[in-house]
């Protein structure tokens, strides 16, 4: 499996061959406090990279989640939808958001590592 | 403007609160364990809640005092006895409501408490009914802690000994640590629990003592979700200037005594809406499955057609479930009506439900 890399939406990916799986960061659950809603994008559609691919809404309010990639839609986490608390407890583990087959590889060069995604999620949230 | 904070806020900061922005007053949304967490502590056992950015206005005065504020509020004061709340709105003459209150008659007149946002305004307004005749005192030297839950009155009262005698609004003053407090059984969560009117000197160290006795902060997000659950109305939501009580489904506040004769503010709107019926009503909805219904989510009926609007709608921790409130054609507000909701794009089915949505344990009877 490859390194994790994160986006500015606050999202972390893995590629294991041409199959990115895709979920928010702890960080992101931090910000957001406790989840009770979670939406994933159907099984068999295409995202683009940037574009919304479900939402989460905590106690407080409504967010959307993108995809960092660009890619067809096989296989969503049904057990965050049946039970959102789940992705405060393990967002970086268990609480995976949906799986992708991969249009462009090259599109991950564009994220940051976490070395990086640390200093920025630092940045911005101060 | 600049941000107002009030006495707690240091205490609140220590306590790792985060702020947001309310009424112009840095408030407290949550602390370190967060909303669902501080919601369910209140529910069992006692949460602690600073209140202060709201109104604590003392009018002094006698019977005429009286007899001029039942032409203002839909109440039967004169017969209100000393030390006893009822919740009530200020309205304007087509009985849109100015503000939502709790007013209690005091041995000196009446305290009435306020909404944040709508204080300066309803001081206003009170002052230009009211004349110079009667002293007025929107005290900003006076913090105002609420404390709800099932542990609270033993906690309360192992600080302030005898408020554990007082029946649901109801009040009085109490001595405690040499200074005067006004308690009173009251709130806004749907639980048993007290409103401590205290000078802002002695606040902090007040709320540092109830913490010691294992009550807990907790923030404006769970106060929300506490209130919505007890199907308690907000100010800017449920309630403002182009809603009337009968529309809010507030009748059970005017006394039936005043419905007879009127000659309060705004009773010729209210007596012809309660003759003819509002055409629209505040409900109680509940989303199926687990979706969540925001403020200004659109309501559908079955055939498609608009009806209303959603006012609050939040996840509700002790119903486990969405649960939100909002306001229906009057055909439409019968409970288990089905009904539309409209989210990013989408319609959900929901139901009209009763309210509460969470049952209260109010005490009566103590005394």
Redesign the interface.
Known sequence: MSEVKFSKEHEWITLEGDVATIGITKHATEML??I??AELPEKGSNVEKDGTAG?V??????SDVYTPVSGEVVDTNQSI?DD?AKINEDPEGGAWFFKLKIKDSSELDTLMNKEEYDKFAKETSS | MEIKRTTLNKLHQSNKAKFVEFAGYEMPIQYSKGIIEEHKFTRTHSGIFDVSHMGQLFIYGDDSLTEELEKIFPLDLKNLKQNCSKYSFLMNEDAGIYDDLIITKIEEGYLIILNAACKDKDFEILSNLLGSKFKMNLDNNRSLIAIQGPKSVEILNSIINGVDRLNFMTGNWFDSDNQKLFVTRSGYTGEDGFEISISNDKAEKFVENLIEKGAQLIGLGARDTLRLEAGLCLYGHELNINKTPVEANLRWAISKSRLLNGGFIGSKKIMNQLQDGANQIRVGIKPEGRLIAREKTKIYNETDKQIGEITSGTFGPSVNGPIAMGYVDREFSKVDTKILLEVRGKKYPANICALPFYKKNYVKGVN
């Open positions: 406090g406790d009770v809603f939402v809404e905590s106690t407080k309010a409504a939808v959102p």
